[in-house]
């Protein structure tokens, strides 16, 4: 079994930060690419960040140059660093982690429950 646990979500002032940890748990053989979605009240989900196993990274035009993602191999961790919060980043938080099991050795997306990141004006 696999788990994308999320924590760092919160309530912040508009031009604020915060920052969001996902770890994954269980059985990994390795994690290939991994990232974040959000889903504000009555909108569709959209890619957030998205970073490979080997560093590349890509972002949704409306976080780029606030937003920024990072992930720790050893620990099965990937981050995203929110800076210039805004109104309009209000939502539900996903991590997702393309990984591959142990058994048997196939990749397959998990996601985690998501967390709340609320941003008041």
């Known amino acids: 079994q696999v788990q994308l646990v999320e924590s760092g979500g919160g309530l912040v002032q508009a031009g604020g930060s915060l920052r969001l940890s996902c770890v994954a748990s269980?059985?990994?053989?390795?994690?290939?690419?991994m990232g974040w979605y959000r889903q504000a009240p009555g909108k569709r989900r959209e890619l957030v960040a998205h970073?490979?196993?080997?560093?590349?990274?890509n972002y949704a035009d409306s976080v780029k140059g606030r937003f920024t993602i990072s992930r720790d191999n050893a620990k099965n961790t990937v981050y995203l660093q929110m800076n210039s919060l805004k109104r309009e980043d209000t939502a539900v938080y996903y991590c997702?982690?393309?990984?591959?099991?142990?058994?048997?050795?196939?990749?397959?997306?998990?996601w985690g429950m998501g967390t709340q990141v609320t941003v008041s004006s």
């Open positions: 269980g059985s990994i053989f390795s994690i290939n690419a």
């Open positions: 970073i490979t196993s080997g560093g590349s990274t």
């Open positions: 997702y982690a393309d990984i591959i099991g142990l058994r048997p050795k196939v990749p397959y997306d998990y």
